[in-house]
């Protein structure tokens, strides 16, 4: 598994403001964007299909490459959180698929359970899949996201994670479960604590986001 945290000072600019516990709501939400912007990019780099031709500028003909718009990438917002941090995949990424999936951990039990999967029932051979979660704690939401996607025929080479703050716990499970698979996230914290809070972590990044 490849964990990628990109060395770009915006990055750890971001990662600062969602720290702070005096940001406010509404500045955490477009912290956590602006965040998911950068890293979206870092992940789509070297990833994306190309198509080439010739067009013509106003005073030359030039050659070009584009996005090929016939395979859009999956992007799984995972909620809540996960919709702040992928607000901005659908402009960034010229062709995409949204679709969402609705996890929350219980709070004494630390165990993710489904509440909303809008996931097609099979994905096709091949496409790339984004999945979007800001906060890899104990590994149990992503690991239960990442297998409802391999049910559907995606392999775990085909999927990139994009976080804003994971953990050894989750990053020891999903190297354990899917050797391909590429993470990238703002910065890696060293503990989660027996509530389930990354340390230091930025708290409940859902109820930030959201409250
Ligand atoms: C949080 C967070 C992750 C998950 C991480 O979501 O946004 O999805 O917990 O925990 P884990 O790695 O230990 O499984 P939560 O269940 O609080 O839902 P929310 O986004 O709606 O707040």
């Known amino acids: 598994m490849l964990v990628f945290v990109p060395p770009h000072p915006l990055i750890k600019h971001w990662v600062s403001v969602l720290r702070n516990e ?22 789509s780099r070297d990833w994306l299909p190309t198509i080439t031709g010739e067009i013509e500028t106003p ?23 996960g919709l702040a941090l992928a607000e901005h995949a659908p402009s960034i990424l010229p062709a995409t698929k949204t679709y969402h999936l609705g996890l929350r951990r219980d709070e004494e039990t630390l165990q993710p359970s489904i509440y909303l999967n809008n996931l097609p029932d099979k994905i096709p051979e091949g496409t790339r899949v984004l999945v979007v979660d800001p906060m890899l704690a ?16 995606v392999t775990s080479k085909q999927i990139k ?19 391909g698979l590429h993470v990238y996230t703002g910065i890696i914290d060293p503990e989660v604590n ?18």
Do not use: H, W
């Open 161 to 179: 994670v994009v976080s804003a703050v994971a953990a050894p716990p989750a990053l020891q499970k999903l190297n354990n479960k899917f050797p």
């Open 22 to 43: 005096q940001t406010p709501c509404a500045i955490f939400k477009s912290a956590m964007a602006e965040l998911g912007r950068l890293l979206i990019y870092e992940a």
């Open 59 to 81: 005073v030359a003909v030039a050659s070009v490459e584009f996005i090929d718009p016939r395979e859009p990438v999956l992007v799984i917002p995972i909620l809540r959180a």
């Open 194 to 211: 027996e509530k389930g809070f990354i340390i230091p972590g930025l708290g409940d990044a859902g109820d930030r986001s959201f409250a």
């Open 138 to 153: 104990t590994g149990g939401t992503i690991v239960t996201a990442i297998d409802l996607l391999i049910e559907r025929g």
